[in-house]
């Protein structure tokens, strides 16, 4: 035959050669995984003998277990027994009280107790929007500031907390009565909508989720803005966008309040949207002055061998054991009292059909003695926390 490479049929036998070894390869790693599974005691002396004979794909078989663990674990919630539960928050109420600023960072943990799913997760409101999947508005519009919100309320309230930085959408922080420059809602508040026309942005707060017609990449919301007539659109940042609005984002706040931190309480977030965000956890600090980090969360996080505590519960639980261990009352949640009300601008004549999402209302019944409704737009008027930082910025936004 002709110098060169090997013949067609040279080149099929080596083929069929390859193959066949590819096969029994395959073969002898199912023979070995079925043995693995096997209590060690219920191998026969062949399947003993094949083990020991082939080392390597034992190693591999076994390595690939533990990974799988190791991630099954990581799904795994958590709870930690009560009396750990109530060292640990023993430990954080310390922390709280010696702390000289504390940021809180909040993920979608802290809203499932007002029966919010995750707006970004996989079943989350926003994802079942974009697969055209309907969510009913009245999900969102019955839910309200948890324990945990009003706890935060309340510790920012008493200077224990300076800044509180969310992930979460469903501004119920802001409903909890936190004032505005105290937030940073990093992916936006879904009660908001914004002319970028006017300068500085005009920010129009609704009493309606106002991303009813919105997706990624499509942020107007087929209102108009008061002044300039310009489309206004939504505040929410998708995966994939980057936030570049000023307000309700408060991006410089969020990374004024981490330069400052001595200590970040991460409540119910997963960190794993957050931990991408390099300035929220002052990566360029020697980990010596990096901020001291409390962890409540049921799930594994990716900071947790960073955490000077992890502490594994629902965070309404650990929130009332923290005020209790601190000596302080939480503020019920009042919608008599709830500080949108205030903020929002009302629609103007003909915006009526703009939307079809049910709108958050003041309860039907009358206030309870000695509370006093909030007036519709128009500055605050309540006595107290509610009203701490709402003047301003309902001045700000205020149309002429
Ligand atoms: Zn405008």
Not at 81 to 91: C, N, Q, S
Not at 221 to 237: E, F, M, N, P, S
Not at 283 to 307: C, E, F, G, H
Not at 361 to 372: D, K, L, T
Request: glycine letters at 8%; charged letters at 30%.
């Amino acid at each position: 035959m002709a110098a060169g490479g090997p013949s067609r049929s040279e080149r099929k036998a080596a083929e069929r050669v390859r193959r066949l070894r590819e096969e029994q390869q395959r073969e002898r790693l199912r023979q070995v995984s079925r043995i693995l599974r096997k209590a060690a005691a219920e191998r026969s002396a062949e399947e003993g003998r094949l083990l020991a004979e082939s080392e390597d794909l034992v190693t591999e078989l076994q390595g690939r277990s533990r990974r799988r663990e190791g991630l099954k674990r990581r799904q795994e919630e958590v709870c930690d027994d009560p009396e750990e539960l109530r060292r640990k928050v023993r430990e954080l109420a310390g922390a709280v009280r010696n702390a000289k600023y504390l940021v809180v960072y909040t993920g979608a943990g802290i809203s499932t107790a007002a029966s919010i799913p995750d707006y970004r997760g996989p079943n989350g409101v926003w994802t079942l929007l974009q697969k055209g999947r309907s969510v009913s508005a009245a999900d969102l519009s019955e839910a309200e500031p948890t324990l945990t919100h009003m706890s935060i309320a309340r510790l920012h309230e008493q200077k224990l907390v300076q800044h509180v930085v969310s992930q979460n959408c469903d501004g119920l922080h802001l409903r909890s009565g936190l004032p505005q420059t105290a937030i940073s809602e990093l992916h936006g508040n879904m009660y908001i909508e914004v002319c970028t026309a006017c300068t500085p942005n005009r920010e129009y707060v609704r009493v309606f989720d106002v991303t009813e017609r919105t997706a990624l990449h499509r942020h107007q919301t087929g209102r108009a803005c008061h002044k300039c007539g310009a489309q206004l659109r939504d505040t929410i940042v998708h995966f994939g966008e980057r936030g570049t609005l000023g307000q309700p984002l408060n991006w410089e706040a969020a990374t004024e309040a981490a330069s400052k931190a001595d200590t970040i309480l991460c409540l119910g977030s997963s960190l794993k949207v957050l931990k991408k965000y390099p300035r929220l956890w002052c990566m360029t600090k020697p980990p010596s002055r990096r901020p001291k980090l409390y962890i409540v969360n049921l799930q594994w996080t990716p900071k947790d061998d960073w955490a000077a505590l992890k502490l594994h519960g629902k965070c309404d639980d650990v929130m009332q054991l923290l005020m209790d261990e601190l000596g302080l009352e939480i503020p019920p949640y009042s919608r008599w009292q709830d500080p949108i009300f205030s903020l929002a601008t009302p629609l103007r004549a003909g915006e009526e059909g703009t939307h079809s999402r049910k709108s958050l209302c003041r309860s039907r019944e009358e206030p309870p003695p000695g509370e006093r409704a909030a007036p519709l737009s128009s500055a605050p008027v309540l006595g107290g926390w509610f009203g701490r930082g709402c003047t301003k910025r309902t001045k700000r936004k205020k149309v002429t």
